[in-house]
């Protein structure tokens, strides 16, 4: 009996570790939950036993003793300190998309570790493995008792057995489990699910078909560039009242041409992930609506080369991160330059230098054949937010790094105007600037976007400069007007196809159908809904559903153990910290199911309000 104690001291060290950074959360789990709790933690140290037990039957056997060690203790020390690390940056522990990001995105996910790894972390991780590796040393010759062969084998099938039990229930419960259950769960369920991820069944984009629009003449000489920032959220631009002085170009320019500059005050993003916003900002095809509507709708692009424009596409991305390359592959740009056929390297996770992307915008803005439709993404905003050393300006502060880049990033918007200006170009160039999505600073305990819906990832800059003289007087009003009404980057692509007086054309009534945007130069209705949703038949980031009006904000985070329903009068409340959910009024979880209803994606949803 004294010996079996002992071989629980080690699993009785890492479930109060687990106890401890869980505690807030465990009050809240209902009886299954906790069940399962239970049962991992059950788990966990019939691992540990048995790993200490197959040690000492191979204690004479030094290599192999080493070998069997090092392979254990490396992913273990490794979910442990990930898993702590990602619950304190994000509110939940890593699930299976996780890891799914790890096999589908290796490059990037290793890139990210790196950016966020410093020479401490990875010295504090390799002593803390040679530590344990001691440690396991010394336990297993000093208190482990030795077993015969035919024991060693019944308990190793019998831990197989309730280990494929807890697989069986692990999708329903996964953030209900400690750790190293958890990260062993996912892997196996990643390393028996990889024929999904050739299929590309919610792991990635399909290819985008042209259209084949029949030619029209343009109406005018307007040329049009679409700025698309990455993780670019409202709140840190000077431009929509954040103290910091983070914007001065851009505040610079909506005052000298405040009679063609429009600023949205209330635009939210349909997605907080790029693999959905972007596509969405390119087609006007939002993430709830089905999949091969989005594949068939035609581009921004499309809409140019119908009046004949000349035709560029600028990323500071790789395209092969979550297939947009595959996305893009039969857009038949006349100019096409991204990280990929750019040569230079990777900067800001799977990026490049902005400096880079604007030098190229400067290029094609000078040939002056014909009129020009660019769409130019960016990357300075992105994770972890690296800028030039001479441009830190603010270094106080973790938030101060992102407040940089925002700086920054305005610096070349900046350039560009010069620029633009030069070539006599800025009053028949129409501009437009939005946000795949924001991100989170620590903001609700996350760090990021893909992972949350608050304000701060979804709330976004959405920004226009429009020479008056292409716009109608009715078209002003509705602008100055729209500016105060709730706006989306699902907004984008109506927008262009109004400025470009193409929505009257009879080969675009078809197309206009699929749109759940609104043209910014019509009149937006007043009791808009704009859902967000990370969610369908591309990806499957399981944050949950938002929507969103004027004047509250719904959510339904299925991230979180228990999933949470959420409401916030976020005019009142724009930190979201205070959830009004018992308070909701019935009209409003009519208005949340009537808003959804139209799109089978979100038909899982519907069944919330009847719990």
């Not at 399962?36 to 036993?49: K, M, V």
């Amino acid at each position: 009996m004294k010996s079996f104690l002992k071989l629980l001291v080690l699993p009785f060290i890492f479930i109060g570790i687990d106890v401890y950074f869980r505690s807030e959360l465990l009050a809240l789990y209902s009886r299954n939950q906790l069940t399962f709790y239970l049962f991992s933690l059950i788990l966990s140290a019939g691992f540990f036993i048995f790993l200490s037990v197959l040690l000492k039957a191979l204690e004479l056997r030094k290599i192999w003793f080493y070998a069997i060690s090092l392979l254990v203790l490396i992913p273990l020390f490794f979910s442990y300190i990930g898993s702590y690390t990602f619950f304190s940056l994000n509110g939940i522990f890593p699930n299976y998309y996780t890891l799914l990001y790890f096999k589908t995105e290796p490059k990037s996910a290793f890139m990210i570790i790196r950016d966020v790894s410093g020479l401490k972390d990875l010295i504090f991780f390799v002593g803390g493995t040679i530590a344990l590796l001691f440690f396991m040393r010394w336990f297993v010759k000093t208190h482990v008792a030795k077993l015969s062969t035919k024991q060693l084998v019944t308990f190793g099938l019998l831990q197989f057995i309730l280990f494929e039990v807890f697989i069986y229930q692990h999708q329903r419960y996964d953030q209900c489990a400690i750790v190293d259950a958890n990260f062993a769960a996912c892997v196996q369920r990643n390393a028996f699910s990889w024929d999904e991820h050739t299929n590309f069944k919610g792991k990635g984009l399909g290819e985008h078909f042209p259209a084949q629009l029949p030619k029209v003449k343009a109406k005018s000489d307007l040329n049009v560039i679409v700025f698309v920032f990455e993780s670019l959220r409202k709140r840190s631009i000077q431009l929509y009242e954040n103290p910091k002085k983070t914007t001065p170009e851009l505040c610079r320019f909506a005052r000298e041409h405040s009679e063609s500059f429009y600023r949205f005050q209330q635009a939210i993003s349909i997605a907080s992930t790029t693999m959905l916003a972007v596509p969405a900002i390119m087609t006007g095809i939002g993430p709830y609506q089905d999949s091969s509507l989005l594949y068939h709708q035609p581009m921004l692009f499309e809409m140019a080369q119908q009046l004949d424009y000349r035709t560029f596409f600028l990323s500071s991305h790789t395209l092969t991160w979550y297939r947009f390359d595959r996305f893009y592959r039969h857009t038949q740009l006349d100019y096409l330059w991204n990280k990929d056929n750019s040569g230079l390297p990777y900067f800001n996770d799977l990026g490049i230098k902005d400096v880079h992307t604007m030098g190229q915008l400067n290029k094609q803005i000078r040939l002056k054949k014909k009129p020009f439709f660019g769409v130019v993404q960016l990357n300075t905003t992105h994770f972890p937010y690296h800028v030039p050393k001479q441009d830190e300006i603010w270094n106080e502060s973790f938030s101060d790094s992102y407040d940089n880049a925002v700086h920054y990033q305005d610096k070349l918007i900046g350039q560009f105007f010069k620029e633009l200006k030069n070539q006599g170009l800025l009053e028949n160039t129409a501009i437009f600037f939005v946000s795949d999505h924001g991100e989170s600073l620590m903001e609700h305990h996350n760090m990021g976007h893909a992972e949350t819906n608050y304000t701060e990832t979804i709330s976004i800059p959405l920004m226009a400069y429009i020479p008056s003289r292409y716009l109608s007087v009715q078209q002003k009003n509705n602008l100055r007007k729209n500016q105060a009404r709730l706006s989306s980057n699902i907004d984008i692509a109506p927008s262009i196809l109004a400025l470009l007086h193409l929505s009257e054309q009879a080969s675009w009534e078809k197309w206009r159908k699929n749109f759940t945007g609104y043209s910014l130069l019509s009149a937006i209705p007043k009791n808009r809904k704009v859902i967000s949703l990370n969610n369908n038949q591309i990806t499957n980031f399981n944050t949950g559903l938002s929507v969103a009006s004027e004047r509250w904000h719904y959510l339904f985070r299925t991230n979180i153990v228990p999933n949470r329903q959420e409401f916030y009068y976020w005019k009142k409340d724009i930190g979201e910290l205070h959830n009004q959910r018992k308070r909701m009024k019935k009209i409003h979880q009519q208005e949340v199911l009537k808003s959804i209803a139209p799109f089978p994606v979100c038909g899982k949803f519907k069944q919330v309000f009847s719990r």
